[in-house]
């Protein structure tokens, strides 16, 4: 941005026609010309003339160097403090329903799951994020990481009844606990997918909450599905593949009394929209603070006016120095 640092001294250019106008008088009155200025007699007028302009144009140059014509920069310095984030996922056999729809396709919990996991990160480039996949067991797909590309690869490489086909909740929840309590940074969350009940490992949920409290973690938990709808599987039978209706028990009580014990909250995702948009509630709700220092940075053109200035004045002595002799 260029500007003017004084431009109340551009009030000034309206009493330059009076500062000439006495100059010229006491000029008149303080000076005679004799034999050189004869010999531009027929040019006295054009001299006269010519030193006005010059003399305008100085102090029109030094008013505008007073009024400090520069160019400012600002620029900023952005630190992110960073949220970390652990997602645990729910890979038991039940998350291959197909009761979930994209694009008018039938997808199953899972697939969806990773869809908008996947736009989820997109969405916190400063935060670290790792991943924790459950059924029977609890593994670390990925540790607490900003390498988002590799996240990215791990997320999509999550399967079916990889970690089993049971639900052990109580021990995600202590793994995933496990891997923030000891990382810097007050902003700890986990955000808890699941469409069951925990029936499985030596964890009680509620604990490994109360456990995530003491260290200042935040739960959100995501039920996936409604309680006591049968919901449709493809199966692999004798008889090829085969649609399947089975029922799923989600344990939204559990799911709710976690949140509330660690002043996170819990969400209800019944089809791929409701998914995405509790996704994007929590993006919202979980901001990344950012500390901004402001330097401003400013390049002075003043002394191009003075130098031009310089140069008229210089001009003027030569000029009217070789063409006239003044005798005060």
Same mark, same amino acid.
């Given at each position: 941005?260029?500007? /003017? ?8 250019? =309206? %009493? ?9 008088? =006491? ?30 144009? *100085?102090? $029109?140059? %030094? &008013? /505008? ?5 520069? @160019?400012? @920069? ?7 403090? #960073? ?14 329903? %197909? ?13 969806? =799951? !990773? ?5 989820? *990160? ?27 590309? +590799? ?12 970690? #089993?086909?049971?639900?052990?909740? #109580? ?9 923030? @309590?000891?990382? !810097? ?5 986990? $955000? ?14 509620? $604990? ?12 959100? +938990? %995501?039920?996936?599905?409604?309680? #006591?709808?049968?919901?449709? &599987? $493809? ?25 509330? &014990? ?15 948009? *509790? ?9 990344? @603070? ?39």
């Amino acid at each position: 941005m260029y500007r /003017f640092e004084n431009p109340e001294y551009f009030l000034l250019i =309206l %009493i330059v026609p009076f500062i000439l106008y006495y100059y010229e008088y =006491l000029q008149k009155q303080l000076k005679f010309n004799f034999s050189v200025a004869d010999r531009v007699g027929k040019n006295n007028n054009f001299s006269l003339f010519l030193r006005l302009s010059i003399n305008a144009l *100085i102090l $029109i140059l %030094i &008013i /505008f160097a007073l009024a400090n014509f520069q @160019k400012i @920069k600002t620029l900023t310095n952005t630190t992110a403090r #960073g949220i970390n984030i652990i997602i645990a996922l729910d890979s038991s056999g039940s998350m291959a329903a %197909i009761d979930f729809h994209r694009k008018g396709r039938e997808i199953t919990r899972l697939e969806a =799951l !990773k869809s908008v996991v996947n736009d989820f *990160i997109n969405k916190r480039p400063n935060d670290k994020i790792g991943l924790v996949v459950f059924g029977k067991e609890a593994f670390t797909q990925c540790p607490l990481t900003i390498d988002h590309e +590799t996240l990215h690869f791990l997320v999509n490489r999550v399967e079916l009844g990889m970690a #089993g086909d049971s639900t052990a909740i #109580g021990s995600a929840l202590l793994l995933s606990i496990k891997r923030l @309590k000891n990382v !810097k940074g007050k902003s700890k969350i986990i $955000i808890l997918v699941t469409d069951g009940r925990n029936n499985s490992g030596q964890v009680s949920p509620i $604990i490994a909450a109360k456990l995530a409290k003491e260290f200042g973690i935040k739960i959100y +938990t %995501i039920g996936i599905g409604t309680k #006591g709808k049968p919901v449709p &599987i $493809i199966q692999n039978t004798p008889f090829g593949l085969r649609k399947i209706y089975v029922n799923v028990d989600l344990d939204d009580y559990t799911l709710k009394q976690i949140a509330k &014990i660690t002043n996170g909250r819990y969400y209800n995702a019944q089809n791929f929209e409701s998914l995405e948009k *509790i996704i994007n509630d929590i993006n919202k709700l979980e901001k990344t @603070k950012f500390k901004v220092k402001k330097y401003v940075q400013r390049e002075y053109f003043y002394y191009y006016f003075l130098l031009g200035a310089l140069i008229l004045l210089i001009f003027k002595v030569l000029y009217f120095y070789l063409l006239r002799v003044e005798i005060p």
